[in-house]
Each structure stands twice: as structure tokens, then as C-alpha cells.
Nanobody
């Protein structure tokens, strides 16, 4: 079992930055981590995913060059640094954990565990 707790969401103006954190507990060894987002009426979409060891990450085209995923295994914490935020980035952001396929495909179906979500709102 893996438990995930997100933090760091909030309201930010367009062009601003936020850093989301996802603290994991339980059986976290060799788990891939992913960030997903969802708006009402739409499917949950993959934002960025990262393997357990250095080497493999996946990122949605819409966030390339603006968002960066990272993890600190010593702290069992993953991060999503979001820069140059746009109104269309507004969503509930979820942290997920799973196997290697989560890192390579970054789709919700490959997540085994989910956090509770944190709201990000980009608005002036």
C-alpha cells in the first residue's frame, strides 16, 4: 500500500508559478510517480510522470518547457514545479503512484494509488 498526500495548490495569476508536493508513505520503493489533472466534465489527463530511478520521464506537450517533475527519494516526496501558468492549467491536480508503465505512458489506467487532489486556479 502507498499513501499519497498533495500540497501546494492555490490561486495564482497568469504567468505566475506554483510548486506542488506529493509526500508518499508506505511501500514506495521502485514506484513511479505521476502528476495528473482534471477539470469538471473532462477526463483525467497525464501531466508528467517519472520513474523511480533516474532516467525516464514523460510529459504532456501542453506543459513542456513550463512544468518540471522531480523527486527526492530520501524524503519520499515528488514535486511539480509549474512556471508560466495559464488559465487553461486550472484544474484539480492529483499525484499518483504505480509501476514502470506509469512513467512510460503517463495514463490514469497505469496508476495504482492516488492522492486526494489539490486545486490550482490560474486567474487574474
Amino acid at each position: 500500500q502507498v499513501q499519497l498526500v498533495e500540497s501546494g495548490g492555490g490561486l495564482v495569476q497568469p504567468g505566475g508559478s506554483l510548486r506542488l508536493s506529493c509526500r508518499a508513505s508506505g511501500r514506495t520503493r521502485n514506484t513511479a510517480i505521476g502528476w495528473f489533472r482534471q477539470v469538471p466534465g473532462k477526463e483525467r489527463e497525464g501531466v508528467s510522470c517519472l520513474s523511480s530511478s533516474v532516467g525516464y520521464s514523460t510529459q504532456a506537450d501542453s506543459v513542456k518547457g513550463r512544468f518540471t517533475i522531480s523527486r527526492d527519494n530520501a524524503k519520499n516526496t515528488a514535486y511539480l514545479q509549474m512556471n508560466d501558468l495559464r488559465p487553461e492549467d486550472s484544474a484539480v491536480y492529483y499525484c499518483a503512484a504505480g509501476g514502470l508503465l506509469l512513467a512510460t505512458q503517463c495514463v490514469p489506467q497505469e496508476a495504482d494509488y492516488w492522492g486526494q487532489g489539490t486545486q490550482v486556479t490560474v486567474s487574474s
